[in-house]
């Protein structure tokens, strides 16, 4: 299949999403991994703006604590921030070069063996929700068509959160955002269930769980909602091979 | 996570639930303080009977709104608990439609109603319900706020469960929610202990403040593997079942 067809059967599949009763977590787990499958880069993650200030991880590629920390951090200093406070790519092709910028960023990036950063923002209008991450191991700028998809794929992420295409209240886009996050720690203690019960590690747990789901066409964080309040059994979603 | 304004808050949180003498009512003074709001009203939900009702009112309104919306049984607070993320009206009268049976029994005189879960993810107490006489949005430093003290309302609800030792509010440095290994661990830690997520998060607590570590320190040797809790603190007393209220 060429890299044209992949990325408009992309499309296609989550704008397919978009229009029935999805999750929003689920969806930009999707949307990461597509951003891996299509783009030059070999992890990707979404953190959103919150409005307690500061930064969080809706999604990523891994659960590797040498890429999530690496987000984290950007709680204080990094492309990503700066994507975010001006509503803007920020597209670092090479970390190393621009290390003065973000001095404490590119150490850890360049330790965890991260060489380009790009950060593309999720924007309603004037309003940042959020930026998309991308990570490259080896330094290379991002083609001009693959900014253009990453900014789509940002864009569709936007809607996904918003779940509406015209927003009525500006409250709306806060009281989606807060439900987003709350999801996900939903999801997280699943995962730790998950995981204990399995003697698993957190990533296998997070496949388990988005397979069952999928699996009999529930909701992501309605299934962890399950798990995590003890309705559902944890053994039944640790069995079978739901990939 | 760089959270200036969060600590500054915590402390009148603090203040308040030690000079009201009970979380519920300390959460809503403080509130009124911090929010400029006309009034302030927690809604627990017993865990037992699955019934809510008015842990805490403060102001002219706050009563009769909380008895109308468990009267009718709908409303922004039952919304805001169904679906796990806080309902915001700044202006009721436009909105309220959205709940008939609320629009009818709303106390004209509440104009701007902010309902906020008190919840750490699949573990929910209840709703803290803000009001305002005066129709009007909040900017995103208030909500901010408001967020925040939500946030250090619901970790000290979780860390009253089963009576951990020390200061109910000592951990509002780092609060379960906003680490994924801190709600990844309560979540290991329940399957160990053969506890509720409730528990685990305050017996993880506990371990933190025995063993004068970070919340933090203590998840990630509990996801890496490293530690286990085991059912013989000497301070758990095993009692889940009271209130999650604290005496100052």
Same mark, same amino acid.
Do not use: Y
């Given at each position: 299949m060429s890299r044209e067809t992949r990325l408009a059967e992309t499309f296609v599949n989550l704008a397919d999403t978009l229009v029935a009763d999805f999750d929003v977590v689920d969806l930009l787990q999707d949307l990461v991994e597509e951003c891996v499958a299509l783009l030059e880069v070999s992890a990707a993650g979404l953190l959103l703006a919150d409005e307690r200030g500061g930064t969080r991880v809706?999604?990523? %590629?891994?659960?590797e604590t040498r890429l999530l920390e690496l987000f984290q951090l950007?709680?204080?200093?990094?492309p990503c921030l700066e994507c975010i406070a001006t509503g803007t790519a920020v597209l670092v092709p090479d970390l190393a070069a621009e290390a003065g910028r973000w001095p404490q960023f590119a150490a850890e990036a360049a330790q965890r063996g991260f060489a380009s950063v790009h950060a593309v923002p999720m924007r309603l209008r004037a309003y940042v929700l959020g930026a998309l991450n991308l990570f490259g191991t080896r330094p290379g700028a991002l083609s001009e068509a693959d900014v253009r998809s990453s900014q789509a794929l940002a864009d569709v992420a936007t809607i996904g959160i918003l779940q509406?295409? %015209?927003?009525?209240?500006?409250e709306v886009v806060a009281e989606q955002l807060q439900t987003a996050l709350n999801s996900r720690v939903v999801i997280e203690q699943a995962k730790g269930i998950l995981a204990a019960t399995g003697g698993i590690g957190m990533d296998a747990a997070y496949r388990q769980l988005r397979g069952y789901a999928r699996n009999r066409n529930l909701r992501l964080t309605d299934t962890a909602r399950s798990v995590a309040s003890g309705v559902l059994n944890p053994t039944q979603v640790l069995t079978g091979p739901w990939r | 996570m760089a959270q200036q304004p969060a600590v500054q808050d915590s402390e009148v949180l603090r203040r308040h639930v030690a000079a009201a003498g009970s979380l519920p009512a300390g959460i809503a003074t403080a509130c009124v303080e911090l929010l400029f709001v006309d009034g302030a009203a927690v809604l627990l939900m017993a865990d037992t009977e699955r019934r809510w009702h008015v842990a805490a009112s403060v102001g002219r309104w706050a009563r009769e709104l909380e008895e109308a919306q468990l009267t009718v049984a709908e409303g922004p607070a039952a919304e805001a608990y169904s679906r796990g993320g806080p309902v915001l009206l700044s202006d009721v009268t436009a909105q309220a439609a959205r709940w008939p049976g609320f629009a009818a029994v709303?106390?004209?005189?509440?104009?701007a109603l902010f309902s906020f879960p008190l919840q750490v993810g699949a573990v929910q107490f209840g709703v803290l319900d803000l009001y305002c006489c005066t129709p009007g949005g909040w900017d995103g430093l208030r909500l901010g706020t408001a967020l925040n003290v939500v946030d250090c309302a619901a970790g000290v609800l979780i860390s009253g469960v089963g009576s951990?030792?020390?200061?109910?509010?000592?951990?509002?440095?780092d609060l379960p929610g906003h680490t994924p290994e801190i709600d990844q661990a309560a979540g290991m830690a329940s399957v160990q202990l053969g506890a509720s997520l409730a528990v685990a998060y305050a017996r993880l607590r506990g371990f933190a403040f025995a063993s004068s570590q970070s919340l933090v320190a203590v998840a990630r040797e509990v996801v890496a593997g490293h530690l286990r809790l085991v059912?013989?603190?000497?301070?758990?007393?095993?009692?889940?079942?009271?209130?999650p209220i604290r005496r100052g």
């Open positions: 809706l999604a990523s %590629t891994s659960e950007q709680v204080h200093q990094g509406q295409r %015209t927003i009525a209240r500006g | 709303v106390p004209a005189e509440v104009r951990p030792p020390g200061d109910p509010l000592c951990w509002l440095d059912d013989d603190d000497p301070w758990w007393d095993g009692d889940v079942g009271q209130p």
